[in-house]
């Protein structure tokens, strides 16, 4: 599986972007996604993931009602949608995907194949 994100820029606190994320490979409708921010001198930290058909999806606490992530599988493409931003979504952004899933959508270590990654960037 190899993937592509997109999507990031520069936005004013309050504003929205769409975070996508392309696919290629045979089995990228079967794979749990994720999306993953880092900021310099810190971890890569979980920000929301979906399952194979949508059904299940999970956030880190300080995006709940403020992002959603969804997935169009017959475009091979997963989204975060992300809403009501503040400075603190400032990141680099990175979408990810499991071979394997062995239930924990939140850890990192979880997650096999990676996006370059996609910088957002929020003013106050």
């Known amino acids: 599986v190899q993937l592509q994100a997109s999507g990031g820029g520069l936005v004013q606190a309050g504003g929205s972007l769409r975070l996508s994320c392309a696919g290629s490979?045979?089995?990228?409708?079967?794979?749990?996604m994720g999306w993953f921010r880092q900021t310099p001198g810190k971890e890569r930290e979980f920000v929301a993931a979906i399952n194979w058909s949508g059904g299940t999806t999970r956030y880190v606490d300080s995006v709940k009602g403020r992002f959603t992530i969804s997935r169009d599988n017959a475009k091979n493409t997963v989204y975060l949608q992300m809403n009501s931003l503040k400075p603190e979504d400032t990141a680099v952004y990175y979408c990810?995907?499991?071979?394997?899933?062995?239930?924990?959508?939140?850890?990192?270590?979880?997650?096999?194949?990676w996006g370059q990654g996609t910088q957002v960037t929020v003013s106050s």
């Open positions: 490979g045979r089995t990228f409708s079967s794979n749990v």
């Open positions: 990810a995907a499991v071979r394997f899933f062995g239930g924990n959508y939140y850890s990192k270590d979880e997650y096999d194949y």
